[in-house]
């Protein structure tokens, strides 16, 4: 199965990588969003389900007119002990999407990237810390539904402290104007689910 999803995935990325250098106007890869990430994780273990707060930072810069530089930064805090957030999850990566148009104001694209995860936890009496470095693989779709409202979809591959998952990611974006927009973003997989809302401008 989990071989089966990696070819898929090098497929897209032998495909984006031989496609024309027909690309979207309307669709930029150079922009910096800061966003507010609320998620939940349900533990295998117990009905009991944590709840966390972040704030993350991401960075797209094309450096051909078909790549782009992806970097990208999140901390998220949970609720874990007495309602008191204690526990710390910070993820930051580095990558390049490689990006084509298929469409008029559509545009697939795929992302692989380094990524490293830091976890610091406290259970009120002791406290710990523990670092992993692995990747994360992304192919999805843009696609602007109106002249100011945008649509994304796509699926996310990680491998992180020995643990696989794929996460299912659909975002919804209004442009207040050519560079400036609004987004929201909810994401779904294993054992996490997300909500988000982000400020983009793109330039």
């Known amino acids: 199965m989990l071989n089966h999803c990696f070819l898929h995935y090098f497929l897209c990325i032998l495909l984006f990588l031989a496609a024309t250098d027909a690309c979207s106007k309307n669709i930029s890869f150079n922009y910096a969003e800061g966003n ?5 994780i349900n533990l295998r273990a117990s009905p ?7 704030i993350g930072f991401n960075l797209s810069l094309s450096f051909h007119p078909r790549y782009a530089i ?3 930064v999140l ?3 949970f609720n874990n002990f007495q309602h008191i957030p204690v526990d710390t999850i910070k993820t930051t990566d580095l990558g390049v999407t490689a990006h084509t148009s298929i469409a008029e104001r559509s545009e697939v ?18 406290s710990g810390n523990d670092n992993d470095i692995g990747y994360q693989l992304k192919a999805g779709l843009r696609h602007f539904i109106s002249e100011s409202l945008e649509l994304e979809t796509g699926i996310t591959h990680f491998y992180i402290f020995n643990y696989p998952d ?11 104007d050519g560079h400036f927009s609004l987004g929201i973003a909810y994401a779904a997989g294993g054992h996490k689910d997300s909500l988000s ?3 983009r401008m793109s330039f």
């Open 36 to 40: 507010f990430v609320s998620s939940t």
């Open 48 to 54: 009991k389900e944590l709840e966390g707060n972040g």
């Open 70 to 72: 992806t970097a990208s």
């Open 75 to 77: 901390a998220t805090t």
């Open 109 to 126: 694209f795929g992302n692989i990237s380094l990524l490293r995860a830091e976890i610091t936890s406290d259970n009120g009496t002791a």
């Open 166 to 176: 794929n996460t299912l990611n659909l975002e919804m974006r209004y442009y207040t």
């Open 197 to 199: 809302v982000n400020g």
